[in-house]
């Protein structure tokens, strides 16, 4: 589904944030992509995602080479970064229907599927206010629900977990699940290490732009746990 081939990326001034990364992720998998501040995390998603050019390498996406394929990839991926940027003067269900209009979602599929997020989440009283008066937890469930309703064969997602309650979060950790089990593929950027260890089926660690260990998580964490093996490969040189 994911084809991160080579990827490096180089800041102006010489600083590399990302230096050859190669990272495959299958149908059906969720795949955790962890690492400190600065490792590379965000850049790399962000160029998974078509929003940040990249140096060198290829990325593909169902296929589709994001470079030259761009339009092709970005109708089969939906991308929330850490903090998404909504429309403030629109309502919620007007920015629902906008973003289901983008992506040419049917009628009936868009409104069942908003009336079923949208319910489970607690936010249907809401969707007639504008976003502006949403909290920052209520915005987060609002921008998951847009990327849900387009049932997309890629989810790229930064710290997804953040702002959410705990009835929120293990609601979007059964929909990511229910998501793949449908053969798509989750990729996704967390500090909360528990959860990507009972969570994902692989891990990618990252540090200073390089991976450093990569697998299935359970091959990956041993008898041990993913926060142990994330301080020993952080404090190895």
Do not use: W
């Amino acid at each position: 589904m994911l084809r991160i081939e080579h990827y490096s990326k180089t800041y102006p001034g010489g600083k590399k944030a990302v230096d050859d990364l190669t990272l495959h992720v299958s149908p059906g998998e969720i795949y955790g992509f962890i690492g400190h501040n600065g490792a590379g995390k965000t850049t790399t998603l962000r160029a998974v995602a078509g929003v940040m050019d990249f140096t060198q390498g290829s990325i593909t996406i169902d296929g589709h080479d994001i470079k030259g394929d761009p339009v092709g990839a970005k109708q089969v991926t939906a991308f929330l970064p850490d903090n998404p940027d909504l429309y403030e003067f629109m309502k919620g269900i007007d920015y629902l229907n906008f973003i289901a209009d983008l992506y040419d979602l049917p009628a009936k599929q868009r409104t069942d599927d908003i009336g079923k997020f949208a319910g489970a989440f607690g936010l249907t009283g809401n969707l007639g206010s504008a976003i502006g008066s949403y909290s920052h937890g209520m915005r987060q469930k609002l921008a998951l629900i847009s990327a849900f309703i387009r049932h997309p064969k890629l989810l790229i997602l930064d710290e997804p977990f953040v702002g959410l309650d705990p009835a929120a979060s293990h609601l979007v950790k059964g929909y990511l699940t229910e998501l793949c089990q449908n053969g798509s593929a989750v990729f996704f950027s967390t500090h909360v290490l528990e959860v990507a260890e009972k969570l994902c089926h692989k891990i990618a660690i990252i540090k200073d732009g390089r991976l450093v260990k990569s697998g299935p998580t359970a091959e990956l964490v041993g008898d041990s746990s993913l926060e142990t093996v994330f301080l020993e490969l952080g404090e190895a040189q």
